[in-house]
T-cell receptor, first 111, second 113 residues
Framework: EDKVVQSPLSLVVHEGDTVTLNCSYEVTNFRSLLWYKQEKKAPTFLFMLTSSGIEKKSGRLSSILDKKELFSILNITATQTGDSAVYLCPRNAGNNRKLIWGLGTSLAVNP | DTEVTQTPKHLVMGMTNKKSLKCEQHMGHRAMYWYKQKAKKPPELMFVYSYEKLSINESVPSRFSPECPNSSLLNLHLHALQPEDSALYLC????????????FGSGTQLSVL
């Protein structure tokens, strides 16, 4: 079955901690893997990964893809309460097929 | 302007009502999407419009009727909905119909009584 598995499903940390969110997928064609942050309503685009080993970075967030081992990680350093959200990593199989979504990781950052 | 605007933000309707959800983007994107999201679940694709033509219908019941009047607007017409249709309805757009870099609106929280 073509699916995306995210772990952990939920995580509670304190401000200032560093977290690593995991996303593994099964390869049935691969075009890209995306990371989104969803706070209350709109998922917000974070990164698009297409090549192995190339880190994408934006402020305290960074992400990398391993196409051999079929996973991606999202790192958040020096977490803040504003990082509390659900993080989603849908996979794009290409050929204009729909995105394959995992269940997300719910991150809570406590002050 | 990098926003996708959805109206209304909240909607309560009875099972016999007819209502419409509206979505607008001015980023020149050529693909627009309707997603349905239940609590604690990922978004679930309903429809895709590519260059203003319906390209994907994920076997959505006919009580949901999409419309794309022009490249900036996307509507979802609702009629005779069921209580189980209550959910967050998200509109998204992307530069090209390649399922990449989707920009989402804030959604319409729909309750069907």
């Amino acid at each position: 079955e073509d699916k995306v598995v995210q772990s952990p499903l939920s995580l509670v940390v304190h401000e200032g901690d560093t977290v690593t969110l995991n996303c593994s997928y099964e390869v049935t064609n691969f075009r890209s893997l995306l990371w989104y942050k969803q706070e209350k309503k709109a998922p917000t685009f974070l990164f698009m990964l297409t090549s192995s080993g190339i880190e994408k970075k934006s402020g305290r967030l960074s992400s990398i893809l391993d196409k051999k081992e079929l996973f991606s990680i999202l790192n958040i350093t020096a977490t803040q309460t504003g990082d509390s959200a659900v993080y989603l990593c849908p996979r794009n199989a290409g050929n204009n097929r729909k995105l394959i979504w995992g269940l997300g990781t719910s991150l809570a950052v406590n002050p | 302007d990098t926003e996708v605007t959805q109206t209304p933000k909240h909607l309560v309707m009875g099972m016999t009502n007819k209502k419409s959800l509206k979505c607008e983007q001015h980023m020149g994107h050529r693909a627009m999407y309707w997603y349905k999201q239940k609590a604690k679940k990922p978004p679930e694709l309903m429809f895709v419009y590519s260059y203003e033509k319906l390209s994907i219908n994920e076997s959505v019941p006919s009580r949901f009727s999409p419309e794309c009047p022009n490249s900036s607007l996307l509507n979802l017409h609702l009629h005779a909905l069921q209580p189980e249709d209550s959910a967050l309805y998200l509109c998204a757009s992307s530069p090209l119909p390649t399922n990449e870099k989707l920009f989402f609106g804030s959604g319409t929280q729909l309750s069907v009584l």
